[in-house]
Each structure stands twice: as C-alpha cells, then as structure tokens.
C-alpha cells in the first residue's frame, strides 16, 4: 500500500516538472519573437568592416568629396611638335640678332648650325657670322670667317668688302701704333680685295669707299677722293659716313680752309669702317657738315 501511494506521488512531481519546462521554454521564444519582431533581418552581405568602408568613402575637409586617387585623371593637352625653320629663316633671325646687337646669341647659333650642317652650310652663315665677330673686335676670327665665305661663294662681291673692311680695322690698330709697313701691307691687300669685288659688280659703291678708305691710309689722298666721289655717285649718296669721309679728306687737302683746323679724321675712319660693315643699321656716327 505504502509502495503504491509513493509511485504515485513520484509520477505527479515529473508530470509537473515537464509542463513547467514546456511552458517556460514556450515563453522564451514567445520573448525572442517579440524583440525581433521590429527588427530587419541582419545579412551576411550587408556587414561591412571598418576598413572596407574607409576605402570606398573618405571625408576630405569635413566634405563627401571622394578620395582624390579616385578622382580621374586630368587630360593633358597635346603638345604640337615645333616648327623646324627653314635655312633662310634661322640666317634672318641670326641676322636679326647681329641688328639687335645679341652677338654671342648669334655666334652661338651660327657656330651651331655650321658645326651641323657641315660642307652643306652657305657661305652666308660665315658672313653673318664674321660680322658678329668684327662688332665684337675679335679681327682674326672675323677675317677667317670672311675668308671661308668668299671661298665658298666666289661670285659675291660682299664677301671680299668684308675681308677688306676687316683688314681695315687691323691697319687703323697698327696706325695707332705706329707700324706704317703693316699699315701699308694691309691697305694693299684690301686694295686686291676692293678690285676683286669690283671685277664681279664694277658700280659696287662698297667697293669703291673701302678703296677710298685704303687709299687715304696709304697717303694717296687723291685717289681717296676720286674713289669716294664714284661711290658717292653710284649709289652711296645721303650715306651719312660717305658724306662724312668726303668732306673731311677734302679738308685735309685744302689745309687753307679754316673750317676745319686740326682735322682729327680717326673717328670718321672708324665710323666709316663700322658703318659700312653695318650699311642695314643706323650709321654709327651722324655729323652735320
């Protein structure tokens, strides 16, 4: 009896105690459906690490301004080539240097375009550039330039003034030092190189006033005169230094005119020597007379 009575309170204590865990279980998830009933479902896809979204996104001063590496890139513009000047175009702007002045510019870009053109380069850029040279007083340089471009272009007339001319600075140099026998060396050699000219252009006034020039450092004023008044009729009337060179030889032939005590004809000889060397410029020394 006793033995019954106890299975049956033992059967009622476990009954009990499985509808009471049935019933709490059914309260928690009774719970959890409640907390996420208002929630969105979390996807995997959709958690992004902190480092990922500092890639995609970053604040440039306070702003939503992308990441400038995530910027494009700026189009740059097309560079056009240079125009390659033609051999006449480079001597006019070599030339354009010597008016202006720009000696070293010019004997820089002529040394240049000789060195690269070689046995191809005209006798014109050894012209321009003896000129550049004589305004720089470097004489030797000068005439050897000279010499090569009335090598190279035996018909221009130009190119045996500009060798006399040089030889003319030299004499005035050995002039003021007093060395007459290489005054006179040199005022022969310009004589050859005037007569030169003069066989390929026989009215060349350039030619006729550097004989002029030659002959009146040689003492013969009076040839001095016949050859300056040809180059005055033949082209170098209005000439300031022609004109100049004239009147002050005159002058000097006619010791009794009083307009003219004491002539000092050395600045007209240089004036005369410089301005034609530079006959498309100003003339270097303008006198009322």
């Keep these: 009896m006793r033995k019954g009575v106890i299975c049956l309170l033992t ?9 009471g865990m049935a019933n709490a279980s ?14 969105p479902a979390v996807k995997v896809a959709d958690v992004i690490t902190e480092d ?19 910027k494009e890139n700026p189009v740059e513009p097309i560079k056009q080539p240079l125009k390659k000047l033609t051999l006449e175009e480079e001597l006019a702007q070599n030339q354009q240097l010597i008016n202006d002045n720009e000696l070293e510019k010019a004997i820089e870009n002529l040394t240049a375009m000789i060195e690269e053109r070689g046995c191809l380069v005209p006798a014109r850029a050894y012209y321009l550039r003896s000129v550049a040279y004589f305004n720089m007083q470097k004489y030797n340089d000068a005439l050897v330039d000279a010499q090569t471009a009335s090598r190279l272009d035996v018909n221009e007339p130009l190119y045996y003034v500009q060798k006399g001319l040089i030889r003319l600075a030299i004499s005035q140099m050995y002039d003021v030092m007093g060395q007459d026998a ?16 003069l066989e390929f252009q026989h009215r060349y006034w350039p030619a006729l006033f550097c004989r002029a020039i030659s002959n009146y450092m040689r003492g013969s004023i009076h040839k001095s005169l016949a050859d300056c008044g040809d180059a005055l009729k033949r082209g170098g009337r209005g000439v300031s230094f022609v004109e100049a060179f004239n009147v002050y030889v005159q002058a000097e032939r006619s010791a009794e005119d009083t307009r003219f005590p004491g ?7 240089f004036s005369s020597i410089n ?11 303008e006198l009322n007379v």
Aim: hydrophobic letters at 40%; a negative charge; glycine letters at 6%.
């Design 26 to 39: 059914q309260a928690l998830n009774e719970d959890v459906s409640a907390v996420t009933a208002g929630e």
């Design 182 to 197: 290489a005054v006179k060396e040199q005022c022969g050699m310009v004589e050859m190189d005037s007569d030169k000219s």
């Design 52 to 70: 990922k979204a500092a890639e995609e996104e970053v604040l440039v001063d306070g702003t939503n301004s992308l990441n400038v590496s995530e």
């Design 275 to 285: 301005g034609l060397m530079n006959a498309d410029k100003q003339p270097c020394m």
């Design 263 to 269: 002539v000092d004809i050395q600045p007209v000889l």
């Design 11 to 19: 059967l009622a204590c476990v009954t009990l105690a499985g509808s």
